[in-house]
């Protein structure tokens, strides 16, 4: 069943990484030069912040900042929203659907291992996007309970994952 697909199977396996220290100009020529549309950010090996081509725009471009000038760590989206490598495809597009993301970064005891985007998502399974979508703007997402997959606390499987907070966990996170 394509639902039980590991986030591992579909993430890009070999994300491209800035230090905070870069400015804009420099990230906007290796994004260009790359053809992609968000950088991992990193703080020595640990991952810290995302930015995009969005958060550019928005954060430098139209405030008219000197993107020279201007580093990364003071645009990127930060703390970084990530996800585990045995997350399963349907748990990883409930995330991004609720969090209103379209990338997320996968991450294995504290390093980054890969990053994962709605259009990977997309190119394996086209209607998932739009059936989390809108399971999040009916609230569905949050009355979630009874779903197999990795707790997001813990990061064990188990077979009664239940929405707590904006968390799928497992009966022994949910009594902590």
């Known amino acids: 069943m394509i ?17 905070a220290e870069v400015s804009v100009a420099e990230a906007a020529r290796l994004m260009r030069d790359r053809g992609i549309g968000s950088l991992v950010v990193l703080d020595g090996e640990t991952p810290v912040g ?20 201007t580093k990364i760590g003071e645009v990127m989206s930060s703390p970084l929203v990530s996800i585990h490598p045995h997350m399963e495809v349907a748990e990883a597009a409930a995330k991004m659907a609720k969090l209103r993301i379209r990338r997320l970064a996968v991450v294995d005891g504290g390093k980054l291992v890969g990053l994962v985007t709605e259009d990977d998502i997309i190119h394996l399974w086209p209607q998932l996007m739009e059936v989390t979508r809108e399971f999040t703007r009916a609230g569905l997402v949050e009355k979630m309970e009874g779903i197999e ?7 064990i499987y188990s077979t009664d994952l239940r929405a707590e907070g904006s ?3 497992c009966p022994e996170c949910r009594e902590r």
């Open 3 to 19: 639902a039980r697909v590991p986030i591992l199977e579909i993430m890009s396996k070999v994300p491209v990484t800035v230090r």
């Open 50 to 69: 995302i930015v995009t081509e969005r958060d550019m725009v928005a954060k430098v471009i139209a405030q008219g900042k000197d993107a020279t000038g």
């Open 149 to 155: 997959g990795h707790c997001e606390a813990c990061g």
């Open 167 to 169: 968390l799928l966990v």
